[in-house]
């Protein structure tokens, strides 16, 4: 499984917000000096967002991710803000290995598989962010987490059929950020459902041991920011697990 130390950007500056809310945010200082420091404990990918983006539907941070991608040995998983053909094409131009499509992968979803098919499965990921209803189905949230899309993870899925899509990131919007451990029923059920896909989970790790256990759902890939930034753990001994 792979560790993806994660950088979220709010006004150029590493934050961390809570349960997605963007006025309950703490700043951590430079990216450029947390991007080394993740490449120096030996990070191979390193997830970036451009929470800015995100929230207002369009680029705001490009110009900085693209000086990050460019600045350290390490890959570079970035979104935030993806809603068009040319936002994707900008952040590969930049630099950034593989893009993350949130909003759009789920209200345009015949776009974005024609994305895909452009641009080869390997450089696009699909995010699901989801909130779990009172009916008790988990709902995907667009627009930087603040609205319903309308669709359950199942349908959001479905959208996809296998070979149309590889990489999903999947987060529970309600642990995101407050330490509360990885959502790991949920896990394990969609990747039951998709052995097809390969699956990040994102949201709530605050312990080795929550990521041994994702390492037993057969997650490709675990995204930890708080945890880090929190001193929870070092990045060193996640990757060594």
């Known amino acids: ?140 949230v667009v627009g930087g987490w603040t609205a319903g899309g309308g669709a359950t993870i199942e349908e959001a899925l479905a959208f996809y059929p296998p070979g149309a899509l590889k990489h999903i990131l999947v987060t529970d919007v309600s642990r995101d950020g407050i330490l509360a451990g990885p959502n790991v029923e949920l896990m394990q059920t969609i990747i039951a459902a998709r052995p097809d896909l390969d699956v990040q989970a994102s949201g709530g790790v605050a312990t080795l041991d929550d990521l041994t256990t994702l390492r037993g759902t057969n997650a490709a890939g675990a995204i930890v920011g708080r945890a880090l930034y929190e001193r929870r753990f070092t990045l060193e001994d996640a990757l060594a697990g």
Do not use: N
């Not at 404990?41 to 995100?54: F, K, N, R, S, T």
């Not at 900085?64 to 460019?70: K, T």
């Not at 080869?120 to 990921?125: L, N, P, Q, V």
């Open 1 to 140: 499984m792979l560790i993806y130390p994660a950088i979220d950007l709010q006004d150029g500056v590493c934050v961390r917000l809570v349960q997605g809310r963007f006025d309950d945010s703490t700043r951590y200082g430079d990216p450029r000096k947390q991007l080394a420091a993740f490449a120096q404990a030996g990070a191979q990918w390193v997830h970036i967002v451009d929470l800015d983006g995100a929230k207002q539907g369009s680029p705001a941070q490009y110009e900085l991710i693209g000086e990050l991608a460019r600045s350290a040995d390490v890959r570079i998983q970035s979104g935030g803000g993806v809603r068009e053909r040319a936002h994707v094409e900008a952040l590969l131009d930049a630099g950034v290995a593989r893009v993350v499509i949130g909003s759009a992968a789920v209200k345009r979803p015949q776009d974005v598989r024609a994305w895909i098919e452009a641009f080869g499965a390997e450089r696009i990921c699909c995010a699901f962010d989801v909130k779990r209803r009172d009916d008790g189905a988990f709902e995907v």
